[in-house]
């Protein structure tokens, strides 16, 4: 079946380092996406969202790229810090059967940032 | 404003058992959506509600159900608990359907 996927399980960087994590996924006709954050023993904070007639979108220190070409997502984090150290995940907005939404998440990327 | 509201944030049952998790979204909020989050699965969705209505279930047994109420606050139940139940069950809302998702802290369950 369709899925979000992530390519790599752990990233490691540099503090002060710019962060890449990527995602693909499969259903060419999905909308809306976000990257969340979660650190442990938390839920997933939401970071940065893109819809599908944008190519990237920029926040503080992120920025989301999207290529709807080859379905590849990426997140962007500038001069990486400490406190960016978590799991991250992307995940797709999916139309439901019934008018409804629900998300579908990539298995997410560890980030850990060496000082 | 407050946040997305998860209760209990820990809980122990007992094979067999049921259990009811509640979720308060926030304010203004009608969506509210359930996902199960697991280290060998990853987080995977339960269901989503609209004012009052169930309006997407995701691959789950007749075991996990849910509701939602007039003031848009959400349970979910997991009837006979099996020890595959132990997860951290989050809670997400949305102002509309499809965009800006919050979540809750989450509730951990460990069945036993």
């Known amino acids: 079946g369709e899925s979000v996927g992530l390519h790599l399980p752990t990233l490691s960087v540099q503090e002060g380092d710019n962060s890449i994590i990527n995602c693909a996924y499969s259903?060419?006709?999905?909308?809306?996406f976000i990257w969340y954050k979660q650190e442990s023993g938390k839920g997933p904070q939401f970071i940065i969202d893109i819809r599908s007639n944008m190519d990237k979108r920029q926040g503080q220190r992120v920025t989301v790229l999207l290529n709807k070409t080859v379905k590849h997502l990426s997140l962007q984090i500038a001069a990486t810090q400490p406190g960016d150290s978590a799991v991250y995940f992307c995940a797709e907005n999916r139309n439901g059967n019934n008018a409804g939404n629900m998300l579908t998440f990539g298995g997410g990327t560890r980030l850990m940032v060496k000082p | 404003k407050a946040g997305v509201t998860q209760t209990p944030r820990y809980l122990i049952k007992t094979r067999g058992q049921q259990v009811t998790l509640s979720c308060s979204p926030i304010?203004?909020?009608?969506?509210v959506s359930w996902y199960q989050q697991t280290p060998g699965q990853g987080l995977q969705f339960l269901f989503e509600?609209?004012?009052?209505?169930?309006?997407n279930k995701g691959n789950f047994p007749g075991r996990f159900s849910g509701r939602q109420f007039s003031n848009s606050r959400s349970e979910m139940n997991v009837s006979t608990l099996e020890l595959g139940d132990s997860a951290l069950y989050l809670c997400?809302?949305?102002?509309?359907?499809?965009?800006?998702?919050?979540f809750g802290s989450g509730t951990r369950l460990t069945v036993v």
């Open positions: 304010s203004g909020h009608r969506s």
């Open positions: 509600y609209f004012s009052e209505t169930q309006r």
């Open positions: 259903n060419s006709a999905s909308d809306y």
């Open positions: 997400a809302s949305s102002l509309a359907s499809g965009s800006g998702y919050t």
